[in-house]
């Protein structure tokens, strides 16, 4: 399938099987943001995947950064198809998501068994024993605290399904082809998928769920559109928008009464302090309010979450426009995508750790010809799927780290030594890890939800 065109040669396919190499490119041209220098180091712990710029970039994180330092609640969303094995560039979602949860965020995890059934062809059964065996109980084992997450099913939640009835009203087909691709033999259930996502996504912003506020939703690039989606559809259903008009910050209202929209507003701006009613200049008729021209974004994204709130007191859905953070991909250790139909390719959390250590051995590396020559010339970590285990798994700390890439670009360090050292330590981990999933397996009933 062809996939987000928007005048780019770098496709996106959330259910293909691209591999992406240049991620500066990615970025520019589909508008992904670079991580600032006080972005993510507003966490206490930082996790390793963010200090090694495994996540490469976000969609607004500010406003969980926004949230964090005001200590105001904000939210993690994430979701799994279960179309097979979970395999290690799986694990890097629910690492990132535990981490966050670990840092205050409440978390929500929907079962993509709708899109399992809808895009890949599986059954329920099957895709429910996958999701319960394989995610949920390594998620568990990873460390996921089932006092602060919930897990649920698509087809089992109603008013996701129900959101997603609502969000299809204003999306038509034309929308969905120029985002995904989509042909004339897509099956309307494929079409609806990402509908379905994007209630996922928005739906944890209901009154009972926590209301309004930021969500932030960390998933590997291939997920892009599916966030540009749900973010447009957050905002298409707003009542109060923000806009820059000729340097001037403008809050505008859509839809019917805006009178007495007008006024929610004025209570709102009184509220935060920002400015008199006689200087901000009201016009009834195009549902206006002038805001003046300094206005700092963080300012704009404080009235946006007040705003948001008010809506859904006065039962609009009110969702503020989710956040996101992206992260590469693993390259399978064939030098492909890693991905659950090739098991070579893969490492699997649930693979016999004697059998993953020979896959690593068997890794395809960015080391030279002859061990000469690597000492000569030293080798490429940027093009190994070892180092990316080290990167992504293997190297607890950054110095570890720092010392494979430093030993491998000078030629001290040769392939064959550094695929054991690697092999030994994913060995242990998943040992460690088996041992947990059975020690966790009790909580997968504690942590899912009927509906
Ligand atoms: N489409 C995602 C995948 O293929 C699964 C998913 C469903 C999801 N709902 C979500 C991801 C909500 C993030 C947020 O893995
Ligand atoms: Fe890869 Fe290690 Fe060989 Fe370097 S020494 S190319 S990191 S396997």
Redesign the pocket.
């Known amino acids: 399938m062809k996939q987000g065109r928007l005048a780019s040669t770098v496709e996106i396919d ?2 293909g099987s691209s591999q992406y190499q240049d991620y500066g490119r990615l970025r520019a041209q589909f508008g992904i943001e670079a991580f600032g220098t006080d972005d993510w180091q507003i966490f206490d712990e930082p996790h390793a995947l963010l200090r090694r710029g495994v996540v490469f970039g976000h969609r607004d994180f500010q406003r969980v950064r926004d949230a964090i330092k005001d200590r105001d609640p904000w939210a993690v ?5 279960p ?1 097979g094995l979970m395999h290690l560039g ?1 694990k890097m ?1 629910i690492e990132q998501c535990i981490a966050h949860q670990k840092a205050g965020a409440d978390l929500h995890i ?3 068994d709708f ?1 399992a059934v809808a ?1 890949r062809g599986l059954s329920l059964e099957k895709a429910r024993d996958l999701a319960l065996d394989q995610y949920i109980r390594n998620y568990l084992a990873l460390g996921l605290d089932p006092a602060t997450a919930e897990v649920y099913f ?1 087809t089992k939640r109603h008013r996701v399904k129900d959101l997603a009835d609502r969000f299809a009203t204003r999306v038509n087909l034309s929308q969905m082809q120029a985002l995904y691709g989509f042909t004339g033999d897509t099956s309307i259930a494929h079409i609806n ?2 509908l ?2 994007a209630a ?2 928005l739906h944890v912003q209901q009154p009972d769920l926590g209301g309004p506020r930021p969500v932030l ?4 690039v ?2 892009d559109p ?2 540009r989606l ?1 973010r447009d559809i957050a905002q298409q259903w707003r009542r109060f928008n923000i806009v820059q008009q000729h340097g001037e910050w403008t809050l505008t209202v859509k839809g019917e009464d805006k009178s007495r929209w007008l006024d929610v507003a004025d209570a709102v701006l009184d509220h935060l302090g920002m400015g008199t009613r006689t200087d901000r200049k009201r016009n009834e008729k195009h549902g206006q309010i002038a805001l003046g021209k300094q206005l700092r974004g963080r300012d704009v994204r404080a009235l946006d979450r007040a705003l948001a709130q008010a809506e859904s007191k006065k039962g609009e859905m009110g969702f503020i426009r989710p956040s996101a953070t992206f992260h590469r991909f693993m390259t399978g250790l064939t030098g492909d995508k890693m991905s659950s139909s090739r098991p070579e390719s893969s490492v699997f959390l649930t693979d016999d750790p004697a059998e993953a250590q020979k896959k690593v051995m068997r890794s395809v590396t960015g080391g030279k010809e002859t061990a000469e020559q690597q000492r000569e010339e030293g080798g490429e970590p940027d093009k190994c799927p070892v180092y990316e285990l080290y990167l992504y798994h293997v190297a607890q700390d950054d110095n570890h780290l720092d010392e494979v890439r430093t030993e491998c670009l000078d030629g001290t360090r040769l392939c064959g030594g550094c695929k054991k050292e690697a092999a030994g330590l994913l060995f242990e981990f998943l040992k460690e890890h088996q041992e947990r999933r059975d020690q966790t397996e009790h909580l997968v009933a504690e942590i899912v939800k009927d509906d």
């Open positions: 959330p259910w969303m994430t979701g799994l198809m179309s799986h979602v929907a079962v993509a899109e895009a698509q998928a990402p379905v996502q996922d996504i939703v960390p998933v590997g291939d997920q599916h966030l749900a």
